[in-house]
């Protein structure tokens, strides 16, 4: 009984920590959240089976999450203010002002640790080249970072739309 | 054939100004990057407190306590963490020795709450009842120590009484097992 209510408080846990450690954008893991990633895993494993080794505790411990998982989802999908809590809004990074400029939302930017190389990451993905080509820039609730192309790059075939 | 469920698809979306539709609330986020400062100045002041020992294996962890006749002292871990071995070492001196021999006294709670698995050195006999164990050592030269290998199965408060002998005043080891 002792293992199933470990389970439980090593996902619930770690579904925490890796919400405060925060959103980066997903396909730029960079080798320091690949050392996160691999030694929560290996610590959380520690703890979790302790001296456990059968096959019936792994066998329990999985169920016991994917029902904590399973059930996560569920609540998540009914409530909008737990899907906030669990995966926070899309975050606007780079907009137009009401003068018509493009700029940096500095305060996002700096609490998200997103700096403009991931943007820049991002525009190239989608075929931009530089910075100006960006009209603005999001950063989505799993991480990747969304670019509107600007009206510059519109005539390269991108379409002329302002986020806020 | 079933029916499939529809929706008509709506601006459930927050849009602002005809432009594209994000759904960014910023006065929540501001409330969440408040709630992340609360909780890594909690990570923060958690390791602070565990270098220190408050969860065990530190300096804040270590305590001794000492007979009133100063004929014996045990050095423990006053917080424990369970699986995880430990040492309890009892010295004992001249004033513990009668006629070549030192008998020890522990309750029972120092085997079924701390996990005693080993005793070094190997006493000579040892004694079941008074609701705990007596053990006896063939002493040549006093002081000498007992340790205790302790591996505590599960977390609790273990008080543990020590003493020279089943009838002697006793000292109390009080030790927290965390999970």
């Given at each position: 009984?002792?293992?199933?209510?470990?389970?439980?408080?090593?996902?619930?846990?770690?579904?925490?920590?890796?919400?405060?450690?925060?959103?980066?954008?997903?396909?730029?893991?960079?080798?320091?959240?690949?050392?996160?990633?691999?030694?929560?895993?290996?610590?959380?494993?520690?703890?979790?089976?302790?001296?456990?080794?059968?096959?019936?505790?792994?066998?329990?411990?999985?169920?016991?999450?994917?029902?904590?998982?399973?059930?996560?989802?569920?609540?998540?999908?009914?409530?909008?203010?737990?899907?906030?809590?669990?995966?926070?809004?899309?975050?606007?990074?780079?907009?137009?002002?009401?003068?018509?400029?493009?700029?940096?939302?500095?305060?996002?930017?700096?609490?998200?640790?997103?700096?403009?190389?991931?943007?820049?990451?991002?525009?190239?993905?989608?075929?931009?080249?530089?910075?100006?080509?960006?009209?603005?820039?999001?950063?989505?609730?799993?991480?990747?970072?969304?670019?509107?192309?600007?009206?510059?790059?519109?005539?390269?075939?991108?379409?002329?739309?302002?986020?806020? | 054939?079933?029916?499939?469920?529809?929706?008509?698809?709506?601006?459930?979306?927050?849009?602002?100004?005809?432009?594209?539709?994000?759904?960014?609330?910023?006065?929540?986020?501001?409330?969440?990057?408040?709630?992340?400062?609360?909780?890594?100045?909690?990570?923060?002041?958690?390791?602070?407190?565990?270098?220190?020992?408050?969860?065990?294996?530190?300096?804040?962890?270590?305590?001794?306590?000492?007979?009133?006749?100063?004929s014996l002292?045990?050095?423990?871990?006053?917080?424990?963490?369970?699986?995880?071995?430990?040492?309890?070492?009892v010295k004992m001196d001249?004033?513990a020795?009668?006629?070549?021999?030192a008998?020890?006294?522990?309750?029972?709670?120092?085997?079924?709450?701390?996990?005693?698995?080993?005793?070094?050195?190997?006493?000579?006999?040892?004694?079941?009842?008074?609701?705990?164990?007596?053990?006896?050592?063939?002493?040549?030269?006093p002081p000498f120590?007992?340790?205790?290998?302790?591996?505590?199965?599960?977390?609790?408060?273990?008080?543990?009484?020590?003493?020279a002998?089943?009838?002697?005043?006793?000292?109390?080891?009080?030790?927290?097992?965390?999970?």
């Amino acid at each position: 009984m002792q293992a199933i209510f470990r389970a439980f408080f090593g996902y619930f846990f770690l579904v925490l920590i890796v919400r405060v450690v925060g959103r980066r954008p997903g396909r730029q893991l960079t080798p320091f959240e690949f050392v996160l990633v691999f030694f929560i895993g290996g610590l959380a494993l520690t703890a979790m089976v302790g001296d456990e080794k059968s096959l019936t505790n792994a066998t329990c411990q999985i169920v016991a999450i994917a029902l904590a998982h399973y059930t996560m989802a569920w609540a998540r999908a009914k409530s909008r203010i737990l899907a906030r809590l669990l995966d926070g809004t899309p975050l606007i990074l780079m907009e137009t002002d009401a003068m018509g400029r493009r700029v940096w939302r500095t305060e996002t930017m700096a609490r998200m640790r997103i700096q403009d190389t991931d943007v820049m990451f991002s525009g190239r993905d989608h075929g931009l080249k530089t910075l100006q080509d960006i009209e603005c820039a999001i950063l989505e609730r799993n991480g990747d970072i969304s670019v509107m192309p600007s009206s510059r790059s519109a005539s390269r075939g991108g379409g002329d739309r302002r986020c806020r | 054939m079933p029916v499939t469920a529809r929706r008509l698809v709506e601006n459930s979306v927050a849009k602002v100004n005809e432009e594209v539709a994000v759904g960014e609330d910023l006065a929540f986020q501001r409330a969440w990057w408040r709630f992340e400062r609360i909780v890594w100045a909690f990570f923060v002041i958690i390791i602070v407190l565990d270098l220190g020992g408050a969860f065990g294996r530190g300096p804040m962890a270590q305590a001794q306590v000492t007979s009133a006749n100063h004929s014996l002292s045990v050095h423990y871990e006053r917080i424990e963490r369970a699986g995880t071995p430990s040492i309890l070492s009892v010295k004992m001196d001249a004033g513990a020795i009668r006629d070549g021999q030192a008998t020890l006294f522990v309750s029972d709670s120092l085997v079924s709450g701390l996990g005693a698995r080993r005793i070094i050195p190997e006493p000579a006999s040892t004694r079941i009842g008074d609701g705990g164990l007596s053990y006896t050592f063939p002493i040549t030269e006093p002081p000498f120590s007992v340790r205790f290998e302790l591996e505590p199965p599960g977390a609790g408060r273990f008080p543990v009484e020590i003493a020279a002998g089943p009838g002697a005043a006793a000292v109390t080891a009080v030790v927290w097992v965390v999970p």
